[in-house]
């Protein structure tokens, strides 16, 4: 009997929920021998208890001598019963019969590999951990969710927008309505103005805009940010993220934009460099962005090299001439650094 222990994860920026079991696997010697003495491992499943999550009826039953659709050996198995499931990509790339309308067995590991791996306990049990995501929508036979992408559609095709933007050489058009309920400043900008009135947006450039009415609409980052701290794309492209993380910031601070202000200042912290810590702690010193000030004194602090590196680049003078007070925090730090050292140095 397999013990399942099953708990939810629950995103509110998601469409979905997780669900995480884990289940502890028992009684695989007798399967083992089983399949030795001839027998048929496959057709004799270890059933674990059944249990409810997200209002569903659950259970997995496991084979740790299962055949492999497209292999000779055995294989450990887990089979979902009486459930229509749509696999993760990687699942379906290695087991072509889990697709949807067809859950029926999943194979895991080969039983060589599993009894090479070091994972399988003196006692023989081992742990498998299952992760399934589940559409909040299916649960009550709904479509997916859509209200982002509607919304997005609707700043696309500017209908029934009435008020227009400019921002250097271009216009946007957007909402009124969506903008004051989701900007305090907006908010107070547009009260009582004319309907199709133009407004003139002064110090921002048109992308860092565009993507501020994106986030407004759909609360959603451009593809440069949506990844940024995974950074698989070229140093150009690197650098055009770095940037705007910092200039999307100030622009959702200047408006009042809450969340998209969070995660621009973790972007711009994920991204503090040579090139960058200078010109950040300037910025988070005039703006307030204690978590944003905290990580580039730490990036200076932990290693001299950078710390000089900044230096030479002429660093240190654009911290005098607009912050010197952040340069003696900067060398407080280092020096409780130094003493931290050599203390643990005479020990």
Avoid at 44 to 57: H, K, N, Q
Avoid at 233 to 254: P, Y
Wanted: contains cysteine; hydrophobic residues 40%.
């Amino acid at each position: 009997m397999a013990a399942v222990r099953a708990s939810t994860i629950k995103d509110d920026a998601q469409p979905t929920r997780t669900v995480c079991l884990a289940l502890k696997i028992a009684d695989t010697e007798r399967h083992h021998a089983m399949a030795r003495a001839g027998g048929d491992g496959n057709q004799d499943y270890i059933p674990a208890r059944s249990f409810t999550v997200l209002g569903y009826e659950w259970q997995i039953d496991y084979d740790p001598d299962g055949h492999h659709p497209n292999h000779v050996e055995r294989y450990v198995k887990l089979r979902v019963p009486s459930r229509v499931l749509r696999p993760m990509a990687e699942v379906a790339a290695v087991c072509p019969r889990f697709r949807q309308g067809d859950s029926k067995e999943v194979p895991l590991v080969s039983r060589a590999v599993l009894e090479a791996s070091g994972h399988l306990g003196r006692d023989g049990n081992c742990f498998v951990q299952c992760k399934m995501e589940l559409s909040c929508g299916e649960r009550a036979g709904l479509p997916p969710r859509d209200l982002g992408q509607d919304l997005g559609d609707l700043l696309r095709s500017q209908n029934g927008a009435d008020v227009t933007f400019v921002v250097g050489a271009a216009s946007f058009r957007a909402h009124r309505l969506l903008l004051t309920a989701r900007s305090p400043v907006f908010a107070a900008e547009l009260a009582g103005s004319l309907t199709d009135e133009t407004h003139r947006i002064k110090d921002m450039d048109a992308d860092t805009f565009r993507a501020l009415l994106l986030f407004i609409y759909t609360d959603t980052l451009p593809p440069q940010l949506e990844h940024m701290d995974r950074w698989l794309g070229t140093w150009k492209e690197d650098q055009e993220a770095v940037s705007m993380a910092r200039r999307l910031l100030d622009a959702a601070d200047r408006y009042g934009v809450e969340r998209l202000k969070v995660i621009c200042e973790k972007k711009a912290c994920v991204s503090v460099g040579v090139g960058t810590v200078a010109a950040d702690l300037v910025l988070a010193e005039r703006r307030g962005y204690r978590k944003l000030k905290a990580r580039c004194i730490e990036f200076l602090v932990a290693s001299p090299a950078d710390l000089h590196a900044v230096a030479a680049a002429g660093g240190f003078k654009l911290l005098e001439a607009s912050c010197p007070s952040v340069l003696t925090q900067i060398v407080t730090a280092v020096a409780a650094r130094n003493c931290q050292l050599l203390g643990l140095g005479r020990r």
